[in-house]
């Protein structure tokens, strides 16, 4: 008996044949688009060139900048309170590793304690003092332009609404594979 003579067999086959690409292609396919795009956070959309451009670096650059106004922050005399909360929260954003949501926590607070820092200081320092903080100060919200027109936040936004449509969302599901942080996008 060949299988085209015997239409249940046939039909158990395909049943079978379709249910195994759907999960097993599928979800390992999710998982790799999701693996690509940590490589785009990581290492930018252009690995051709010597400086690194992507969210990774940018993020290190923002904690670094963050750092220097702290430093201009004790060098000036700012409040203590203000310099830690700077410090504390650029260490967070620049620490490495794959805990995103932990890293965009840590970025959506350095915002606000750099922004009080700066101000803190221009309120008590003369122009002429704030020469190094106003350097470190447009780094970091040079650093921070970057972060908001960078491709990851957009690919990430894709492959989340991906993710959420059908089969998609079933077959994410049962392989573990989770949204990306958008960071804000």
């Not at 003579?5 to 999960?23: D, G, H, M, P, Q």
């Not at 010597?50 to 969210?55: I, K």
Request: glycine share 8%; proline share 2%; charged share 20%.
């Amino acid at each position: 008996m060949r299988l085209s003579e015997n239409r249940k067999l046939a039909t158990v086959v395909l049943i079978v044949c379709v249910f195994a690409s759907v999960v097993l292609f599928g979800g390992g396919g999710l998982r790799n688009e999701r693996y690509d795009i940590m490589q785009v956070f990581s290492d930018g959309t252009d690995t051709s060139l010597s400086v690194r451009h992507s969210m990774e670096a940018y993020l290190q650059r923002c904690a670094e900048r963050a750092n220097a106004l702290a430093e201009q922050g004790v060098k000036l005399g700012a409040d203590a309170a203000l310099v830690e909360d700077v410090r504390a929260a650029a260490e967070a954003t620049g620490q490495g590793g794959e805990d995103l949501d932990g890293r965009h926590e840590a970025y959506q607070q350095l915002l606000p304690a750099v922004e009080a820092l700066y101000t803190a200081l221009q309120q008590s320092n003369s122009a002429d003092e704030l020469v190094d903080a106003r350097l470190a100060y447009n780094d970091f919200k040079g650093a921070v332009n970057l972060i908001q027109n960078d491709q990851y936040p957009v690919m990430a936004s894709a492959f989340n609404r991906k993710l959420e449509a059908f089969p998609a969302s079933l077959i994410g599901g049962l392989f573990g594979v989770k949204p990306l942080n958008t960071f804000g996008w």
